[in-house]
């Protein structure tokens, strides 16, 4: 399997070269306003589908709040805000994206959830969020986002920067499939298109081993199909703890 997928790979990438040269010449950031209005609509789908999963994963978030206050949360890579409707009441939320262009898209999600207490919308890449004080915040909060930061490992060490101590980093990413499947395959195959038409997004990325060599006190990760096309379908979900 391994030449096949080497060689279907190369075909892929030449044939993906005008989108390489559409990108150099600054197409790539017409994009980033488009991509907004397409991720809005796909998280209705993502969310209908995953709704379970994330009720399982954000119940466990009321743990993670200081006695007597109300939750500190920090969204990192929030785009249009398709996780708002599970946080709890009175939840204080601190979002960032490095898109701007989500802005209008998160304020209905914004207006949607008035049960939240929205302090902050901050532009700026999760392996930059020097905006956040260390150990101010008691969660951070990851979906759907370690697939296309340039840097996983900074991304990880930020959350743990920002994160107070006993404080929890929550996931819920697609990955890399088991390389004894077809999926892995095509994964490798077609993660230059998936690069192109989804900013940037990687569908080969081992994300678990990352959050395994973070040096958390507590990880909490469960590997899992996702009933969704099969190039994202291996998914991982949980947490850890600072
Ligand atoms: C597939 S969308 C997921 C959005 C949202 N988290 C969700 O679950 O619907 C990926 C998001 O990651 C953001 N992103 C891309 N690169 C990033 C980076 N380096 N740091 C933080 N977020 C990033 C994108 O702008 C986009 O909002």
Redesign the pocket.
Known sequence: MSILMHVCTLVVKILTLPLLVADLLGLGRFY?RV??AL?YR??FS??SKMNEKKRELFRELPRFSPRGGPLRLL?????????FQHYPNGCRVTC????PH?KSYLQKSMDTNDHLVYENFVV????DLRVVEDNSVDVV?????L?????TPK?IQEAKRVLRPGGAFFF?EHVEADPSTWIYFLQHVFQPFMYYF????DPTRATWKHLEAAGFSDLQLRHFQAPISALVRPHIVGFAVK
């Open positions: 980033k991509f907004p991720m796909f998280s993502y969310n969204e990192v890579g929030c785009g249009s805000g398709a996780n960032t994206d490095p898109n989500f700026a890449p999760g392996e909060v990851c979906t759907l986002v697939c296309s930061v340039k840097n991304v819920l989804l900013d940037g997004c």
